[in-house]
């Protein structure tokens, strides 16, 4: 699947951004018909990029602004119709995160880069093997990262307690960090975010003891942000302890208790 996430900051009423993925059959100048009629369309072509599957087959994916008056099923039915086309897949981006394609990448609101998952988990693994109160470290670390994020689409979008979890479910599955799947009471803030396929839990391998402070930091801390109470976040079951995925409890913190000194995991 296209990512859902991509490129622009601020929200336009009169339009929508669409990403198709179009598979074609790569005979010669069978591309060009399809830009063709997107541009006739009134299509307004933001970036794609192509993926050639194989020798017979490739994929065009590409990220569109489209005005909200366009019947999407029916453009869809049209572009399938063109010679070369053999599937076409779309969908609404809800919410523009990134917002600059040109050096240097831009991620809500500051500077991103692009990293392999080792590389970062590497540094998880040095500080939990070497740093003392490595968890409280990670899970401050987190913190930051998640108050940053809700102050950034507070920014540019209406949250409201029907779709706050929205933007950060959108987030973690654009940047590659895991598909989330968040169950919270925006009146108690109880409730669980179960993460799968979290990058630093199949990266990191097996543990006897959770992995994922830093996440549980960046939950408590988008939480806290949006909330304006003291969210704490706790992960009690971890893919790289041999769980199928990874879970997260939400509750009220106690005044008394800094993140950093949360309980963590079913074992502590």
């Not at 005005?67 to 063109?82: C, M, P, Q, T, Y």
């Not at 779309?90 to 990134?98: A, F, K, P, T």
């Not at 479910?169 to 654009?174: D, F, G, Q, S």
């Not at 169950?183 to 391998?205: H, L, N, Q």
């Amino acid at each position: 699947m296209v990512r859902d996430l991509c490129m622009f900051a601020g929200l336009n009423e009169n339009s929508k951004i669409v990403w198709f993925k179009i598979t074609y059959s790569k005979d010669p100048g069978s591309l060009s018909p399809i830009i063709d009629f997107l541009e006739k369309q009134s299509v307004l072509i933001r970036i794609g990029h192509f993926d050639n599957m194989n020798m017979e087959t490739g994929e065009y994916s590409v990220f569109t602004e489209i005005g909200n008056e366009v019947d999407l099923e029916e453009l869809s039915r049209k572009i399938e119709e063109l010679e070369a086309v053999l599937k076409v897949e779309y969908g609404i981006s809800e919410n523009r995160m990134i917002h600059g394609v040109d050096f240097p990448l831009n991620v809500i609101g500051v500077r991103a880069i692009i990293a392999r998952a080792p590389t970062l988990v590497d540094i998880i693994r040095t500080l939990n093997e070497n740093a003392p109160h490595a968890e409280g470290l990670l899970t401050l670390s987190g913190l930051k990262g998640g108050i940053h994020a809700a102050k950034y689409f507070k920014s540019i979008m209406p949250l409201d307690d029907n779709n706050f979890t929205s933007p950060l479910v959108e987030l973690y599955k654009a940047v590659g960090w895991g598909i989330l799947e968040i169950e919270c009471d925006p009146v108690t803030f109880e409730g669980k975010i179960i993460v799968r396929d979290s990058f630093i839990a199949d990266v990191y391998g097996e543990s006897e003891q959770p992995v994922c402070a830093y996440m549980s930091g960046y939950f408590a801390g988008y939480l806290t942000e949006y909330s304006g109470k003291a969210i704490k976040v706790r992960e009690i079951s971890c893919k790289a302890t041999g769980k199928n995925v990874c879970e997260h409890i939400i509750s009220l913190a106690s005044p008394s208790i800094s993140p950093e000194h949360q309980p963590r995991g079913d074992t502590r």
